[in-house]
Every structure is written in C-alpha cells, then in structure tokens.
C-alpha cells in the first residue's frame, strides 16, 4: 500500500511468524521492482504482520519443491544474484530510503531482509537471530556483504558461528539495529516524513553514493561525489530545494529524476 509517496509492504504469513516462502520470495522481487518504476515513491516500510517480523526461511515448505529451489538458487547473470539474495538486495536498489519496522522475531532469512534496508527500528524486546548456524548453514540471502557493511567482523564471525540469539537493544549496540522504539512503525514513518521534505534526488543520489563507494579508495569515491553533485546542480528539484531555504519556506518537489 502507497500513501503520501510512502509504500507500506508487509509480511503476512502471522500464523507462521512470516516465514519465507518461496512465493513470499518472488512477491518481495515483484514488489520492489514495481516500486523502482514509481517515480512519486519518497520511502518503504518493511514490517510484518502479527506477532513478528520475520522468523526466516520456512524450510518444510520450500524443500518439497526442490527442483524449484534449485531454479531459485541459480543467479541472474544481469542482476548477480539468486532468487533468495535478490528478495533482500532489490531493496537496497531502489533509490528512496528503506526502513524496516522490527518486532518479535527477526532470525535468519528476515535479518538479512532487515539489513537490507537502510534503517532499521526495533523494539527492545525483539530477537535478532543469524539463525543459519542451528541448521548448519551460513546466511546465503546477501547477509554476508550485509553483515560486513553493519558489524565488526569479529561481531559478523561470532554471530554466525553461534546464531546467538540478541535483544533489540543489543543489535543496536551491535550495529544490526539503528535505534529502538515502542513502536518501530511510527518512527519509520517519522523519519520518512522528514526525508520527504528534501529533494527526492539528493535523497536517491546519497543512497547511490554510499551505496557504490562504501568501501572503494579515495579516488573513485571522489569521482562519483563530483559526478552525482554535478547531476543534482543541473535538477529542477535542487533550484527548488536552493530557493525555500534561501525563502525559509516547505519546498514542492516535482517527481524523482530518472
């Protein structure tokens, strides 16, 4: 659901604590894809209905299909990633902020979801799991890159080494979580509401920034730095930003730019 630019997707499998399926898979890819083609989208809420937010891969439903599962373990040479990788990593590709509203459980599959997002609100009290370990694997849905991205690596090791089990407040201090809150949904939201009163393509060209040079050398991150602020100087949206601050006044942004 869309409303003010503000796409609202949820996991609704509450029965099952949402666990994965591989058809809550493909919707999370078609999701995402329909949401990069909306040019008035300002920002996601990931959440999921019931008492958590993701309790990760329902494994007794996906190994009774295995030749789909192997189809969907195979990577798309254009996207250089799997089905199970691309249903967390098409959310980094859109180019508005990702929130991720966590409670409840948040183990395995639906951390890597989690931390596919560019923020994510918890509860004190929910349970942040790299839960792979209890079945002998090792997170395969982009959680490595992920996990490098957001911890130290001996944090990211110890993790998933032991699918430890962490509160909410703990994966803050960790760096899994970005803050706590009662109520997770509503800070998102709080925050979305402030990133739409900024140029949609500042916004999209700070997340493309980080996004491609979070860990290249000096060099190439000063090139893309000159690129994209030479991009948003020529942006009808910027000479809008530019004039309501000079006027101290609630700037009307057209739609992001292409």
């Not at 189809?71 to 098409?90: D, H, I, S, V």
């Not at 944090?155 to 997770?184: I, N, Q």
């Amino acid at each position: 659901m869309t409303e003010g630019g503000i796409a609202r997707v949820r996991l609704e499998r509450p029965d099952k604590l949402n666990a994965l399926t591989l058809d809550t898979l493909d919707a999370l890819v078609g999701t995402a894809r329909s949401l990069r083609a909306d040019r008035t989208l300002r920002g996601v809420v990931l959440s999921g209905a019931g008492d958590s937010f993701c309790a990760g891969l329902d494994f007794a439903t996906v190994l009774r299909d295995p030749p789909r599962v192997a189809r969907a373990f195979a990577p798309r040479p254009w996207r250089g990633t799997n089905l199970f990788q691309e249903a967390c990593w098409a959310w980094r590709r859109l180019p508005v902020p990702v929130v991720a509203a966590v409670h409840g459980h948040c183990y395995g599959g639906g951390l890597q979801i989690a931390l596919a997002a560019d923020l994510r609100m918890t509860t004190p009290d929910a349970r942040w799991s790299v839960l792979e370990a209890k079945w002998g694997l090792v997170p395969d849905m982009s959680g490595i890159q992920a996990l490098s991205q957001q911890v130290r690596m001996d944090v990211a090791k110890r993790l998933t080494m032991t699918g430890e089990v962490v509160s909410g407040e703990r994966a803050v201090e960790l760096g899994l979580a970005s803050e706590v809150h009662a109520d997770p949904a509503a800070a998102a939201s709080a925050f979305l509401d402030e990133v739409t009163t900024r140029s949609p393509d500042s916004v999209a060209a700070t997340k493309r920034l980080f996004e491609r040079t979070w860990s290249s050398g000096p060099r190439r991150t000063f090139s893309r730095e000159r690129l994209e602020q030479a991009r948003l100087l020529r942006r009808g949206n910027t000479r809008t930003a530019r004039e309501a601050a000079l006027e101290r006044r609630e700037p009307s942004f057209g739609p992001r730019a292409r």
